[in-house]
C-alpha cells in the first residue's frame, strides 16, 4: 500500500492488532493528503478569474429587415 511499503497479501496475514494499526495509518495519511489538496484548491480559487467577469448586458439590437428584389 503506497507510503506503507506493503503488498496487500502481507496486510492480509497480519494480526488483527498490526492490521488495525496499519490501518489507521493509512486513514491518517488520505487526511492529510485531502487537507493539502482543500489548501490547494483554496489558493487556486484565490487567483480565479471567473469572478473578475464584468457585469454588463447586451443591449437588444434588432437586425434591419432587407427585402431583395427578386431576379
Known sequence: MEKLHMQP???????FYEYE???EIFN???KER???ELKNQGE???YNTSSM???YKHPNIKMP??????I
Open 53 to 55: 467577469k464584468p457585469n
Open 34 to 36: 485531502k487537507d493539502s
Open 65 to 70: 429587415n432587407l427585402k431583395l428584389p427578386k
Open 44 to 46: 487556486a480559487n484565490k
Open 21 to 23: 494499526y496499519t490501518v
Open 9 to 15: 497479501s502481507e496486510i492480509d496475514s497480519l494480526p
Open 28 to 30: 491518517d495519511i488520505l
